[in-house]
């Protein structure tokens, strides 16, 4: 009936906005907020994910750069060494293995152009590899044109550009045996080479190819030889090291295949003891032995050499290196017991610590990738 009202009150009306019940509104967005959080937790582990691995490519690229920094100076090292040790570069190509902090450097000799009789323009290239053990060795090349002496081709066992007078007890072979360490050497030469006329001794008593050669200017001769002997009565100009006897005469025990280089001035006393050596004598004055000297190696003196003791030299002997092709000053007094053998390998060795060396060459390094 119109006006009866319920007794819970007056019904509401859907159309009367005074009496409607209100209903909880939607704006659509009930369900959005978990997508967007795990496109954000997504968004964050693709970053974290990149940032580890840029952090990982750095290391491994600063590791291959350090293995690289090291396979370089290798090969760097490498080629120093066979520029200080090598002494048989004659062939046209010559290859040489070292170890280098426990990697091994290969290094090869191949010549370009022979200059003249004493040098030769050579492309030196080494090639290191250094493994780290993670995914292959680093592998540097370093070349070098360098300039190279021939090795020491002596014209005989006993050079002198003096008279040389040998006693009766003295014997002198330009015939030695060689190996297969230096196979450039030459297995003969002449026993003895002296002025014309200048030799005076028994004959029967030498041997070589020939056993006496007279030269009038033994100087071409000792230039041919591979022994720059222009310089060798100045110390600086010997190579790599030399050891100046301050006490004369030495006393030395050189390590197994070291061959050291002892210079003795000219004021060196006389050889009263006994002396046992190897390596290159090199003597600015005159040699005097009343004692007993045994040698492997060279022997060089710039004056005289006088013997009334014992001489024994397993190598070569050049004496009057100072005065040589004029003949002057005293003679060579051998009346003791000498005795002096070619050896190809001994005189090789010593001869690589006094020849020039080899030189680099200016603008000729590069590096091979």
Known sequence: MP????????????EDPLTAKKMPESDGRSGAALPFTLLLLIAFTVLAAAGFLFAFLD?????NQASAVRAFYRAEAGLNRH???????????????YDIDGDTVVVTSSRLLKLDPLRELRLLRAEAAHDPLREGPSNRTVS?????????????ALVSSRSINLGPRGRV????????????????VAGVVALPGGFQGDTASLR?????????????????????????????????????????????????????????????????GTVLGRGALVVAGDLVIPGSLRWEGLVLVAGSVTVSGILDVRGALYAGLAA???GAGNPMDLGGAVTVVYDGCAAAEA?????RGIVSRPGGWFEVF
């Not at 290391?59 to 590791?63: F, K, Q, S």
């Not at 520029?83 to 293995?97: C, K, L, M």
């Not at 001869?351 to 020849?355: D, K, P, V």
């Open 59 to 63: 290391l491994r690229t600063a590791e």
């Open 144 to 156: 070098q044109v360098a300039i190279t002496p021939v090795p020491l081709r002596p014209p005989a």
């Open 83 to 97: 520029r200080a040790e090598s002494v048989d570069d004659t062939a046209g190509i010559v290859t040489n293995r």
């Open 208 to 272: 070589g190819r020939p056993p006496l050669l007279e030269a009038a200017n033994i100087g071409p001769l000792l230039l041919a030889s591979g022994l720059d002997w222009r310089n060798f009565e100045r110390p600086e100009f010997v190579q790599p090291e030399i050891t100046v006897t301050s006490n004369w005469p030495p006393s030395i025990a050189p390590a197994p295949g070291d061959w050291p280089v002892l210079y003795a001035e000219p004021t060196a006393p006389p050889i009263a």
């Open 173 to 188: 072979s330009g015939i030695g045996a060689t190996n297969a360490a230096c196979t450039a050497a030459p297995t003969a």
């Open 324 to 326: 040589s092709g004029a």
């Open 3 to 14: 006006g009866h009202q319920s007794r819970g009150g007056p019904t509401p009306n859907p």
């Open 351 to 355: 001869a690589a610590r006094l020849s």
